[in-house]
């Protein structure tokens, strides 16, 4: 067994594996540089278990398979560390909305599902299981523009229509569970406030700096896991890992409406392909909007992006998530029907890394895509682009699984 193991980043992805290694035995040290466990990418995300359907460009299917293959393992892993039950933190199922000015024709988009189709067919079959616990099998039906569905939206902007039973999940009950759970396990000790600065590999073990406010002190582990997604290359770097092609951050404004609704008061919709936007009907625990060409608020292709948390103040998130909503209402004049206090608006913001750095108006931009993902190994240094919430489970206990091996 391994001495001493290092997690750095307590997002999802760290603190999933730091359960995950626990429950086989082993000691582990998480940092995490903020104030608290799971409140980046992995608290502020749309929580959608991706089927591969927003991913039409990757015309190989890569992301598809990668995706699908992360959302059949997604509930029944997570259930390894925490109670759950996955009725309780569904969203409405989502329609797929193919915008007048889309990059694809609905025709290129229909065909494009019908694979997914398959590949979900293929893949659950492969590992018998079944999508969120709960789903056989990928439906997507291309819905007539006499179908009543259809008066949710504003026909000017829709170039095709369709129903899937793709969902999201409830991310911030979720996290919730996990920081309760992370708490009971004696195994894992949790650093917080505590940012690695600087990582060495001297013979076989690793010393890594710790920031913990102006303090600054070495530890050394035997083996590191990098799960800090926005923090993640800065570190590689040291250790001369970096990635095979150019890459980019983005900052993304993702609002969530902390109010109850029922099922029929507005549809989940992801509106494709290219610089659009998306709604999520949580029901009880409220909504998720984003708008991409408005909430698409930051760009950095350096080796870590700038702190934008920090940099936009409340009332510049509550403008641009006033404007989002106002474009969203144009498309889903349904959602003009709700009304809301301000007060009930939660603006945060979230980074997402990807390989690429043309965005997604541009139809070979990598951005489309999210198949060079997953873990990368060195010795005992194992660093991880997660890619997407979806596949955080079945990394987790992949991850593990190299530790033990
Ligand atoms: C707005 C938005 C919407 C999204 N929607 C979806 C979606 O619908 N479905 C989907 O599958 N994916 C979605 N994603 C992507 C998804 O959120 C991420 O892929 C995933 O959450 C990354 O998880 P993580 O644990 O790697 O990163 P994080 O949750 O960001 O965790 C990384 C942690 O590392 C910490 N850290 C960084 N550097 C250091 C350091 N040097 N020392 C110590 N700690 C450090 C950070 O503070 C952070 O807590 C979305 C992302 C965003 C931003």
């Not at 709960?134 to 009543?148: G, I, K």
């Not at 009880?284 to 909007?289: H, L, S």
């Not at 404007?323 to 209402?329: A, D, G, H, K, Y």
Request: glycine share 6%; aromatic share 12%.
């Amino acid at each position: 067994m391994k001495n001493r193991i290092a997690i750095i980043g307590g997002g999802g992805l760290g603190v999933c594996t730091a359960l995950e290694l626990a429950n086989h035995g082993y000691d582990v040290h998480l940092f995490e540089e903020s104030k608290a466990l799971i409140t980046k990418a992995s608290f502020a995300n749309e929580g959608k278990i991706h089927l591969g359907l927003v991913y039409a460009l990757d015309t190989h299917f890569q992301t598809a398979k990668e995706m699908i293959r992360g959302a059949l393992h997604f509930m029944s892993y997570l259930k390894r560390w925490i109670e759950v039950n996955p009725e309780d933190i569904l969203s409405t199922p989502y329609y797929y909305l193919n915008h007048t000015n889309s990059l694809l024709k609905g025709k290129q988009l229909l065909n494009y599902y019908q694979s997914c189709q398959s590949l979900f067919k293929e893949a659950a079959s492969h590992y018998n299981k079944r999508y969120l616990d709960l789903f056989d099998r990928l439906d997507v039906v291309e819905l007539n523009d006499d179908a009543y569905e259809f008066e949710h939206f504003n026909s000017d902007w829709v170039e095709s229509l369709y129903k899937t039973n793709e969902y999201a999940v409830e991310v911030r009950k979720i996290a919730t569970l996990l920081r309760a759970a992370i708490m009971e396990q004696e195994k894992v000790s949790v650093c917080l406030n505590t940012k690695i600065t600087n990582i060495k590999s001297i013979k076989n073990h690793f010393k890594l700096t710790l920031a913990t406010g102006i303090e600054r002190r070495n530890e050394q582990f035997d083996l590191v896991i990098n799960a800090s997604w926005n923090g993640r290359l800065e570190l590689d770097r040291q250790l001369g890992i970096i990635p095979p092609y150019p890459w980019s951050y983005r900052y993304k404004l993702a609002t969530r409406l902390i109010s109850r609704f029922k099922e029929g008061d507005l549809p989940s919709v992801t509106i494709v392909q290219g610089p659009y936007g998306d709604i999520v009907n949580f029901k009880d625990c409220g909504m998720y909007f984003s708008w991409y060409p408005i909430g698409r608020m930051g760009w950095s292709e350096d080796l870590r992006p700038p702190p934008w948390d920090e940099k936009f103040d409340h009332s510049t998130r509550l403008a641009i998530s006033k404007m989002s909503f106002q474009e969203l209402s144009k498309i889903i004049p349904v959602l003009n029907n709700l009304s809301f206090d301000d007060k009930l608006i939660d603006p945060v913001g979230g980074v997402i890394f990807a390989l690429g750095n043309e965005d997604v108006n541009v139809v070979r931009s990598r951005l489309h895509t999210r198949y060079d993902i997953g873990i990368q190994s060195t010795g005992n240094y194992h660093t991880v682009n997660t890619g997407k919430y979806t596949l955080i489970p079945l990394l987790a206990v992949e991850l593990a699984s190299r530790v033990m091996s």
